[in-house]
């Protein structure tokens, strides 16, 4: 066989080419959302009077803590190209264990912060029945966590039997509206966890295995990563950090509740993928997924103190969510069309 | 039990495999004495709710516990969870098990209410709904199997809560209200009452209203938001619910302005808005006597079982009519700080009408 | 005299009622280069996969230095010192080359489960070093050409070899991607490779795999069929082992291309194509029988055209006429109603469901008349194909990931071949990746076509393939057309030379 390639002769010049859009497209994916965040800020600052202000900027922080500790969570999980949908079922279990543990008003217990992270071992339990099932026994993780999310609320009512628990340990009552060193506790822990993310991500061989997984699963098999630990290791981790969300929400409220974690779900899920975290796995992380959370709660907030209609309100935040999610999906429209 | 209690309940099982509504409702016509048609022992009580999460629906079903205990009679609760398909089908496995049914519910929509009354009445059982139906349909329109309907005036708790509310923040300052779900006629009728009694004088202003969702988190967010945008123009903050009252004082507290900023719950006594009114950190809410709620529809429906009560000749304002409540303030909370022993909840049903406030507006 | 480095005896691995490997006995010394070769479905991939750690084998002995060896995993495999170049990419896009090549072995690289970036980096620097390749260790893998990711798993099979072992390196296809000069340098690195250990080769190239391996196995339905040493060799004796039967003359079956009627109503007539940054004013008619074949480098243009032509992407001006009526495609979905028909070049992506049966694909684009399809009639339909196509194994019912690539390609084909209302067929590269067995039949079913009055629009793979194969030829640069070359059944074929000053 003597026959000519016709790639021979395709220069370095022209192999340039192919690659620059390339770049362009992942600037503008991870780009996208943040350009989204500013704009609306400052759209809201200019027709709002009463957003641009120290103490809202404040309460922005503050309301996009709890959900920036679940976010995290479901961010590892979707980087791994699966997805865990038991957030607001294991909120619910472990704030209930949590009161139930601490001082409270319906049992003699008072374990302090044995309680505290009990409950969120009770968060990584979940988590790591999540991974092994969905590993061991092959289901889709969508399947497996929507059962835990509801085996996690059976759990959290079976806890909450018929009086609402209160919370009385001061320590922790105290975490409510408390500051650490001058910044509001779940500021600090929304912060830890988010550096925390961050640094795993990028930097710990957990993190990177995981956008290896999601990358290409059967080529990370192949290259000698152990893909089912890895992923009980993700789960685990989404599942203490969706039973730390859960813990500081019950903080917050100073009660045990079964809805704890109502609507968190949507939240922290269209927060992912606002961000520009791909369902698909791989592509994204926590800067994403900060920057997600942050439009969700910015939007929000806007919109109330807009003074619009509550009708048109929740349209809008819809329509919001669709076009960003839109826009950001636009930069790889291309691409998709000739794909299938 | 008489061996003719007996018999007619033999009867009245056979008959409603084959012509059940027909069997009741012409003995019943033919005017009940002391004697009744249906034994206890053919009897079981239901009591259906929403959730045991709520104290609301918990309390309530402690009512109708308490009142099946004193009979002596079985007591199935149904939970249904929000799912208006699950609380029709587990409905109709009582029903299919053969015994009078009494049910005591609580609808999960309005318009679930013509299924349940008319599965009841095919089975020859006996039913009270609470809180919601449609306005086109009437028990009297569907028989005496369908005892009464009972409800609650949202805007006599909307206006009395609102009063308190202004007269503790001195007739004078700026409101915030919180709703609970938009489209839920409750919520709309309170928040009616508080728009009323605003509108009856000069001094509070609204500054600005929202729907919580009858959810404590986002009551919470909505008014740390509130908060930051009107500042210290907010003395006052009014809610459609406890559990929304108890997350804006979550909020309000964190903001360091705990008692400068009065607040108001128009429903629920729940404990921890009672603990709070003592405390000093609400100033009002309502109850509609919870336990009463659920041992009462029971009473109605044994009482039209048995015959002691001829529903067939009640008039109209005792078949639809609104059932007497209480406004809590700092003053009588202390009254209703213990819940009520079984005996108390059993002796306030002996009379089940007792508590008729009027027929609906 | 040591032990050799790897030895296979009597190695047998089924899956289900086909035997991949019968009985397979192979040597490799050390400091030798191994040529393996075999058609498609001759049991090559099998092979490389159980020394990769994927595959169990059911019966016989793996040794590695006289021992006897479990490579149960591709972590164990590895371990052991074997290091796999997979024909398929196996890097992974989404991470940088240095986390790509030692994935899975970063050694002290990683510290408390953390990455130290700078030893990582050095260590891949150095990996990269041997294969002389230049690219930067932190660089995104998505953003390298296709050749140079290649350089990058030849340096990530050499990096995993472990000290205290000889490595032997396995590279499965490593040249069907390369150009020439990356050719060059890859044997540069086997030679040097051979210095410190083994190499098995893969290759279809014949004249390649005589010129770098010391000893050539021919593997042929599962079995070893020849074992040759490069010097007493020949491509032709190679060819008739794997094959079977002589090389026949013709290889582009050229006896059978008839000149395409001149008058006849144009198949497809495209007119001043243009598409804005990509291509513009491109022309051009193919008749009934007819084979057009469109070359140029990569960038020149012409796989936009040929995807605005099935409705892929697209164009912003000129007319597209399909048997003289004019037609505006949106969709492929359109595209294929109207009788056009696709094979992509990157069938992995594109062109196949994988985890579908051989037969399910093959029927998936025109699954029968009606809205239902009869698993029976299915089952027959595949059938006949699988047969005239001589797809192995024949077992349509297989999962289509199962088959090798040039069988993957030939299933592939059948499903759009299959439509009775064919008229024009796009081939992107039809035979890229394919063994010469392969590419003859493939050859063989192009002219069958043609005398159905189908035309073809072909992407070839090599120029010889396009001159060989095509009625007219045109040349596009840059979005343009350059030059044309037609009837070149009746006036001669042009030269590549010819074609390739009009392509630079």
Redesign the interface.
């Known amino acids: 066989m003597s026959a000519t390639p016709v790639h021979d002769v395709a220069t370095l010049e022209q192999q340039s080419t192919v690659s620059r859009p390339k770049n362009n497209r992942r600037l503008l994916l991870s780009a996208g959302p943040a350009v989204a965040l500013v704009v609306l800020a400052v759209a809201f600052a200019v027709l709002t009077p009463g957003f641009a202000t120290v103490n809202n900027a404040r309460a922005i922080v503050e309301q996009a803590s709890i959900p920036l500790v679940l976010a995290m969570g479901s961010t590892l999980v979707v980087l791994l190209g699966s997805v865990d949908l038991s957030v607001e079922g294991v909120m619910a279990a472990c704030g209930l264990t949590f009161v139930l543990l601490a001082s409270n008003n319906r049992n003699d217990n008072d374990l302090g912060w044995l309680a505290f992270v009990i409950a969120i071992g009770v968060g990584a339990v979940f988590g790591v029945v999540n991974g092994l099932i969905h590993t061991r026994i092959r289901v889709p993780s969508f399947m497996v966590t929507l059962g835990t999310w509801f085996i996690g609320l059976g759990m959290a009512t079976v806890l909450f039997g018929t009086t609402t628990p209160q919370l009385q340990d001061q320590t922790f009552r105290a975490w409510a509206g408390g500051r650490w060193l001058g910044v509001p506790v779940v500021i600090v822990f929304a912060a830890l966890v988010t550096v925390g993310a961050f640094v795993v991500c990028r930097y710990s061989k957990l993190g990177r295995y995981t956008y290896a997984i999601g990358g290409d699963e059967a080529v990370s098999r192949v290259a000698g990563i152990p893909v089912n630990r890895f992923k009980v290791i993700v789960f685990c981790l989404a599942g203490a950090l969706s039973g730390l969300g859960g813990v500081l929400a019950t903080i917050r409220l100073g009660v045990g509740d079964v809805s704890v974690g109502s609507g968190q779900l949507f939240l922290t899920l269209s927060a992912v993928v606002l961000g520009g975290t791909l369902l698909s796995g791989g592509r994204g992380g926590p800067l994403h997924t900060l920057v997600g959370v942050l439009i969700l709660v910015v939007l929000g907030n806007g919109l109330l103190l807009s003074g619009a209609n509550p009708y048109v309100q929740q349209a809008a935040q819809g329509l919001v969510i669709v076009i960003a999610v839109i826009a950001t999906g636009w930069p790889v429209r291309d691409r998709l069309r000739v794909v299938k | 039990m008489s061996g003719l209690g007996r018999r007619f309940a033999a009867l009245a099982v056979a008959a409603v495999a084959t012509m059940s509504l027909g069997a009741c409702s012409s003995t019943n016509s033919g005017g009940g004495t002391a004697s009744g048609q249906v034994s206890d022992d053919d009897m079981i009580m239901v009591s259906a709710v929403r959730?045991?999460?709520n104290?609301y629906e918990?309390a309530w079903?402690?009512g109708s516990q308490a009142y099946a205990d004193s009979l002596g009679i079985d007591l199935q609760t149904i939970v249904y969870n929000g799912d208006s398909q699950s609380a029709l089908s587990q409905l109709q496995s009582v029903l299919a098990g053969g015994k009078t049914v009494l049910l005591n519910i609580n609808p999960n929509t309005t318009a679930d209410t013509p299924a349940i009354v008319n599965a009841v009445r095919a089975a020859g059982g006996y039913v009270v709904t609470q809180w919601s139906k449609p306005e086109d349909i009437n028990p009297w329109d569907v028989g005496d199997n369908w005892v009464a309907y009972v409800t609650y005036n949202g805007q006599e708790e909307g206006y009395d809560t609102t009063q308190t509310l202004i007269d503790s923040m001195g007739g004078s300052g700026g409101v915030i209200a919180l709703q609970g779900l938009?489209a839920n006629d409750i919520s709309q009728s309170r928040f009616a009452g508080f728009e009323q009694a605003l509108g009856e004088q000069s001094g509070v202003t609204l500054l600005?209203q929202?729907?919580a969702d009858f959810?404590?988190?986002?009551a919470?967010?909505?008014t740390?938001?509130?908060l930051?945008?009107y500042g210290d123009q907010v003395t006052g903050i009014w809610a459609a619910t406890d559990s929304m009252a108890?997350?804006a004082l979550?909020a309000v507290?964190?903001?360091g302005r705990a008692g400068q900023v009065k607040i108001a719950s128009a429903a629920d006594a729940?404990?921890?808005g009672l603990q709070a009114i003592q405390d000093g950190n609400m100033v009002a809410t309502y109850t509609t006597d919870p336990y009463y709620n659920g041992a009462m529809g029971l009473a109605l429906c044994y009482q039209a079982a048995t015959g002691a009560l001829d529903v067939g000749s009640l008039p109209h304002e005792d078949r639809a009519f609104y059932v007497s409540q209480t406004l809590i303030t700092a003053d009588n909370v202390a009254d209703y700080a213990t819940p009520p022993t079984a005996e108390q909840i059993v002796d306030s049903v002996q009379d089940p009408l007792g508590r008729n406030d009027g027929a609906l507006s | 005299m040591t032990a050799p480095l790897l030895e296979l005896r009597n190695v047998t691995k089924r899956f289900g009622a086909t035997t991949a490997l019968d009985d397979v006995s192979i040597t490799v010394h050390q400091h030798e280069v191994v040529g393996l070769i075999g058609e498609n479905g001759a049991g090559k991939s099998t092979l490389l996969k159980m020394l990769a750690g994927l595959h169990r084998p059911d019966g016989g002995q793996v040794l590695l230095s006289g021992d006897p060896v479990d490579l149960g995993s591709p972590a164990r495999a590895a371990r052991l010192g074997i290091g796999v170049v997979h024909q398929e990419q196996s890097l992974l896009p989404n991470l940088r080359v240095a986390e790509n090549l030692l994935l899975g072995h970063e050694g002290d690289a990683l510290r408390a489960g953390f990455f130290r970036r700078k030893r990582l980096e050095a260590a891949a620097a150095e990996a990269l070093a041997t294969v002389e390749s230049k690219v930067s260790p932190a660089s995104l893998t998505e953003d390298l050409t296709f050749a140079e990711r290649q350089m990058v798993e030849v340096a990530r099979a050499v990096a995993s070899r472990r000290p205290g072992r000889p490595p032997l390196v396995v590279l499965d296809e490593p040249t069907s991607v390369l150009e020439a000069e990356d050719v060059a340098v890859l044997k540069r690195q086997v030679m040097a490779l051979r210095e410190v250990g083994s190499v098995i080769f893969v290759s279809h190239r014949l004249d390649e795999v005589l010129d770098f391996s010391d000893r050539v196995y021919v593997l042929r339905d599962g079995k070893v069929v020849g074992e040759r040493t490069s010097q007493d060799a020949t491509e032709a004796d190679l060819f008739r082992m794997m094959i079977g039967r002589d090389s026949s003359a013709g290889f582009y079956d050229e006896g059978r291309q008839r000149p395409a009627d001149p008058d006849a109503v144009p198949v497809l007539s495209v007119k001043d194509l243009s598409r804005r940054g990509q291509y513009s004013g491109v022309s051009f008619d193919i008749r009934p029988g007819e084979v057009l074949g469109l070359v140029g480098v990569i960038g020149s243009g012409r796989e936009q055209v040929s995807r605005a032509i099935f409705g892929a992407e697209p164009h912003d001006e000129g007319s597209i006429v399909l048997d003289g009526q004019p037609l505006r495609l949106r969709t492929p979905a359109a595209a294929v109603r109207s009788g056009i028909a696709y094979v992509p070049a990157e069938r992995r992506v594109e062109g196949m469901v994988g985890g579908a049966t051989v037969a399910e694909n093959i029927a998936l684009v025109h699954p029968g008349r009606g809205p239902v399809v009869l698993p029976a009639r299915r089952r027959v339909v595949a059938q006949e194909w699988a047969e005239r196509l001589d797809i192995r194994p024949r077992d349509t019912a297989a999962d289509m990931a199962r088959l090798s690539g040039g069988n993957q390609q030939k299933a592939a084909l059948a499903r759009w071949v299959l439509a009775d209302d064919l008229r024009l067929l796009i081939l992107d590269h039809p035979t890229r990746g394919l063994d010469i067995g392969a590419k003859e039949d493939l050859y063989k079913l192009f002219r069958d076509l043609c005398e159905r009055g189908i035309g073809i629009l072909l992407l070839a793979d090599t120029l010889d393939e396009a001159i060989g194969m095509s009625h007219s030829v045109i040349v596009m640069k840059d979005g343009q057309v350059t030059a044309r070359f037609e009837n070149t059944a009746v006036d001669g074929k042009p030269q590549p030379i010819q074609l390739l000053e009009k392509m630079m």
Request: aromatic content about 4%.
């Open positions: 959730s045991l999460t104290p918990a079903v402690e938009l600005d929202q729907p959810d404590r988190n986002k919470y967010t909505t740390q938001t509130l930051n945008q108890l997350g979550q507290t964190e903001a729940t404990p921890e």
